[in-house]
């Protein structure tokens, strides 16, 4: 049974990247133990840093073994997760005020059909409804001839209307 | 002892690829020295500092092609300070006066100035390829005169390296007579490209089977710069966001549709969701593929892709692929040979991450897998041992616990066991890296029976130096080892002294060697380089008593003594 090694802790190195202020770089960094600060997430800011160099400032840059440009590839993830989003208008035939929806938020058409029959309350492609949407040519189209991507680069707005009457 | 005639042996030797082989006929007698020296046009120096070009240059008087190994690879993790060494310069001043013929150069973990590569791009008349790894010091202005200079360049390889990106046109610089690159890879560069002058590069040169974009290039560029190069065998995506029903996308569909020969996919250095279905018919055929740099695509995207590469035989990928990722990969990547799977969040509180589950799936259902590095939060002995029963054919091993002492989180065991099971299993095991709670039972394990082993790396492991001696005096074919924040002191650095002159180098941060234990070891080895890198306190030499702990030590084998261009803060004793 081994024991803990508390007592082998790394230095952060202060002075190892070259943009980081002068200020920083003099102060000599206090050994730490690491294994703790990692398990209790106290020294570790979330913090995203205004370029990607200023990352050591707060996170021990010498563990975990990352490569710099995937370590600030990593960092900065939540500055650019965009998230773009596809809202469209959707109309039940009969009732005048619509909904919008993220059709981003989906990934095929079956995801898409359960999310709108929770919203309108009614099952959709049975009992006289029938899905249709109008694409960029200001055609409407029966929704779920093509596939679910080429429908996204088209689709403008949906419709929910009866049967009999399309 | 000569009976054939020094051109039939010549000849004879072109078949010798390896340097090992060519090592050993230059031993054989003194007329198999001289033909083989003056037939050697490539050489490999894994440590700059091991020799110096003049002595190269006598020895090999006809190279072609040199590689160059500079910073140690703990440098990766910002362990070795920026500037402590690995200046390309001096070889390339060397080379110009004494290889007119140079026309491949390969550096890794060099200091390269914008002077060196001007110099570079004027000096050899032939020069084909430049391939640059984990570098730092030059700019797009190096980069300008390379694109400018080199009339015939075939390849432009720049990997993780720190540029300084001037944003100036240095793809604009290559002339409209340059059609005959192969080869550009630019995925590291931060700034802006010339997109137009991209396209036109592009367009002329039909031979172009490599392509590495940066995030500076849009959706919109890409759909053109594949129409034009639908013979591209390897492409890196750089950015890939498109607005809502955007043409773009449908005319990059069609554009992908038509590049049947792609089998390598990476990038995606900024991605929008939705978008990687368009990739799916080159899936097929794909067999690397790298999307670690892509932390914008969500794990159900990314699993739909995997599914479709069923003869995946390269996956880097980030680790929220969770183990039901990792089981996908299991049954789909039959023909998987590597996989690294890299911490998404590092530093959080772990979300969905892989645990030693995934490991286990894919080491059943991967039989060809011999390579691996992977991060995660927890491991057992278990594991490991089932993975080792089940790949036996391991060449490379990394495991990264994110908790650097964490013991097998069922049993609270140390990992011992579990990494014994594979040094013992994996004969051919070239290279190791261990984590978790470890005892010196592993380094019993790792002496008696990683023959093959050639690099090893500690973190945080061992309890006294016998660990460290069981390694040095057991693993005979070791080259390189990398030890950090262990506790292996003066008596484990100094009994088997030789043994470092077996091997490339020795790395020791944060252990318990003193200033005494490194003078002792430079005394009694002449012919070794002990560095003592300390950049707090540059005064050591004088303040100092040989009680005193190291904070980082660098050995390494040499035949030119002392290192004339250390800066002020490594010591070389």
Redesign the interface.
Known sequence: MGKITNSSSSSIDSSNHPSISSATSSLPQPKRDLSTDLRLGLSISTSQPDDSSSNSREQPSDWPSLKPLLRCTIAEKGNNRQHPTLFVKVYMEGIPIGRKLDLFAHNNYDSLVRTLSQMFRTTILCNDHVLTYEDKEGDWMMVGDVPWEMFLTTVKRLKITRANQC | MTYFPEEVLEHVFDFLSSHRDRNAVSQVCKSWFRVERWSRHRVFIGNCYAISPERVIARFPRVRALTLKGKPHFA???????DWGGFVYPWIVAMAKSYPDLEELRLKRMVVSDESLELLSRSFPNFQSLVLV?CEGFSTDGLASIAANCRVLRELDLQ?N?VEDRRGHWLGCFPDSCTSLVSLNFA?LKGEVNLGALERLVARCPNLRSLRLNRAVPLEALHKILTRAPQLVDIGIGSY?H?????A??KL?NAVLNCKSVQSLSGF??V???CL??FYPICLNLTSLNL??A??IQG?ELI?LIRHCRKLQRLWI?DYIGDKGLEVVASTCKELQELRV????????GNATVTEEGLVAISMGCPKLHSLLY?CRQMTNAALINVAKNCPNFTRFRL?I??????DHVTL??L?EGFGAIVQSCKGLRRL?LSG???DQVFLYIGMYAERLEML?I???G?SDKGMLYVLNGCKNLRKLEI????FGDIALLTNVGKYETMRSLWM??CDVTLGGCKALAKKMPRLNVEIIN??DQMMENSHDDGEKV?KMFVYRTLCGPRRDAPDFVWTL
């Open positions: 990766d993790f910002s362990l070795v300070p920026h984990s993780e720190e590291c966001v607005e809502s029903n955007s043409e996308y449908v569909c250095l900024e929008a969701p939705c279905p368009a670690s740099y932390p914008g159900n739909n980030l890299f911490p998404y969040d590092p530093y959080g509180g991060f990264c994110l908790d650097p002492t964490k013991p065991q140390p011992d890296s709670l470890l005892t790396s973190a945080f492991a309890e950090r924040d262990s506790p941060s944060s950049e707090k904070e």
